[in-house]
């Protein structure tokens, strides 16, 4: 938690990855993506940069493969010691989901460079006593699940990991968003910085786009279509309900999905 003060003390970078290879024995990693967060991660603790990272906690892991004498794979959970890697921290947020609460805890691990950097990373997790049974296991699988599964997990990544970090008490200058996975957290930051009504005049000029703009930076590890989630938006409207008018995501994303 020392990590985390001494953030407090100045204005961060907060790296969002749905994936971070950080060690084998945390294994919430499935290649590429996960390899390149993790070496943002160590670079920025190598210059000691003021930077969080934010992920999920994948508490089943991606999966582990094994080869039958026929020759076919048969895909396993891995289940891994959290508590012997992780620290718990008391800080909870809430999101909406499908319309119920949904409360978000965290763990952290710090990322300990040779030349005396930090990055302190955390790992959201759905899996309280508190949640409903379909809830709890929304942070259980990296990848795991159908479309609706998936954009629940965006939903905890972007929307619940932008609240940690205010529960937290940090300052972000610059949200860095690698791959679209935590997209959601440019929706929470326009609900955040909404203009007043009576300010603008207009209802859709209540939506500061531009700042938010200014406020996030995007790399892509995966530049072909295939690689990025779209959602109808009848499925958005049943998950995420009202939480943005329909014709500002329209705008922002395109008339046919999400």
Known sequence: MDSIKNLQKEEIIAYFSMEIALIHEIPTYSGGLGVLAGDTVRAAADFAIPFIAVTLLSRKGYFRQEITPEGWQKEFPIIWDVEK???PLEHQVQVTISGRT???GAW???WKSISGGIVPVIFLDTNLDKN???DRNITDFLYGGDREYRLKQEIILGIGGTRMLE???LNVR???INEGHAAFLTLELLNKNKRRLEEVWEEDKIWDIDLVKNFCVFT???PVEAGHDKFSYDLVKNVLGEYIPLSILKKLAGNDVL
């Open 174 to 176: 610059k949200y860095h």
């Open 167 to 169: 529960a937290l008490g």
């Open 108 to 110: 952290l691990y710090n």
């Open 132 to 134: 409903a049974e379909e």
């Open 102 to 104: 949904v409360h978000v």
């Open 220 to 222: 892509t590890h995966t």
């Open 85 to 87: 890697y992780l620290e």
